[in-house]
C-alpha cells in the first residue's frame, strides 16, 4: 500500500515537471520568433501572456481535471475507501483508466452481489433451523392422534412424510449411501401412495449373488428421488391403470450401474433428443 502512495506522490511530481518544461519550450519558442521579427520585448510578452493562457486552459481541461479525478480514486482506493459510485469518474484521464475504473466498479458489484447472496444465505439457514423443528413436531403430533385414532394409514403416510423432509433437509454437502437413497425413495412412494393409491408401485431389482457391500457405496445425496419424481409425474401420472416404478441395480468389478425406468405413457423421440442435447 505504501509503495502504491510513493508511486502516486512520484506521478504528481512528474505531471509538474511536464507542465513545467512545456511552458519554457513554448516560451522559448516564441521568444525566438519575436528576436527573429524585431518586434522586441512586447511582442513576446504579449504571446507569452496567450500562451500561458491557452496551454493552462487546454492542460486543465484535458489533462489536470481528468488526472486528479483519476488519481483521486486511487488514493481513495489506496486507502482502503471502497464503496459503490466511488469510481463514477466525470472524465477520464485516458481508454485505460477508463477501462480500470470499470473494472473495479465491477469488482464492488459483485462483492455486494456476493456479501447480499450470502445474507440471504445466512437468513435461509436460520430460518430452515426453525422451520423443520416445528414441521418434526407437528407431524409427529398428527402421527400420534393418527395411532390414538387407529388410523394407521395416516399413521404410516406421517411417518414416511416426516422422514422424508428429516433426510432431504439435512446434511445436504454429505454422501450418503446407496441403501439411504433408496429407503428416501421408498419414503417418497409411501406418500405418494396416498396420493394415487394402488395406481404406483415401486420395484427393487438386484441380483441374489450380488455383494450386500453394494448397498453401502457412496453416491451424492437426493441423486435418485427427483427421477423417481420425474418418472412419477411425467410418465406414470398421465397413465391409465397399474404404473411401476423399477430401481435396477448393478455392479461391476469397475462400476456401480443404477438404472430407474417406469411402464408410463413414455415420451416422444424428438423429446427424447431435446432432453439428451441438454445434458
Known amino acids: 500500500m505504501m509503495n502504491l502512495k510513493k508511486s502516486f506522490y512520484l506521478m504528481d511530481r512528474i505531471f509538474l515537471l511536464f507542465m513545467l518544461m512545456v511552458i519554457l519550450l513554448m516560451a522559448l519558442f516564441f521568444y525566438v520568433i519575436s528576436l527573429a521579427l524585431n518586434q522586441g520585448i512586447s511582442l513576446f510578452l504579449l504571446l507569452f501572456t496567450f500562451l500561458i493562457t491557452i496551454v493552462f486552459y487546454l492542460s486543465y481541461r484535458w489533462i489536470y481535471i481528468p488526472y486528479k479525478e483519476s488519481n483521486k480514486v486511487l488514493r481513495l482506493f489506496a486507502d482502503g475507501y471502497i464503496f459503490k459510485g466511488v469510481f463514477d469518474l466525470r472524465v477520464h484521464f485516458n481508454h485505460e483508466s477508463f477501462l480500470a475504473m470499470q473494472k473495479f466498479k465491477e469488482i464492488i458489484d459483485t462483492k455486494e452481489l456476493i456479501e447480499g447472496s450470502k445474507k440471504h444465505a445466512e437468513y435461509l439457514a436460520l430460518q430452515n433451523q426453525i422451520n423443520p423443528h416445528f414441521l418434526y ?143
Open 137 to 279: 413436531n407437528t407431524l409427529e403430533g398428527i402421527r400420534s392422534e393418527a395411532i390414538i385414532e387407529g388410523v394407521e394409514s395416516i399413521a404410516n403416510m406421517t411417518e414416511a412424510l416426516e422422514t422424508f423432509f428429516r433426510y432431504t433437509i439435512s446434511d445436504m454437502d454429505k454422501l450418503a449411501t446407496l441403501e439411504e437413497e433408496i429407503s428416501n425413495v421408498e419414503n417418497y412412494c409411501t406418500i405418494q401412495r396416498f396420493r394415487f393409491g394402488e395406481k404406483i408401485n415401486f420395484k427393487i431389482e438386484c441380483p441374489e449373488d450380488q455383494d450386500r457391500e453394494v448397498f453401502q457405496a457412496k453416491i451424492p445425496k437426493l441423486t435418485l428421488q427427483p427421477i423417481v419424481e420425474n418418472a412419477v409425474f411425467h410418465g406414470i401420472e398421465p397413465k391409465m391403470g397399474e404404473g411401476i416404478v423399477t430401481l435396477k441395480v448393478l455392479a461391476t468389478p469397475r462400476r456401480l450401474l443404477i438404472t430407474i425406468s417406469d411402464n408410463g405413457v413414455g415420451m416422444e423421440e424428438e423429446h427424447v433428443h431435446l432432453l439428451n442435447d441438454k445434458l
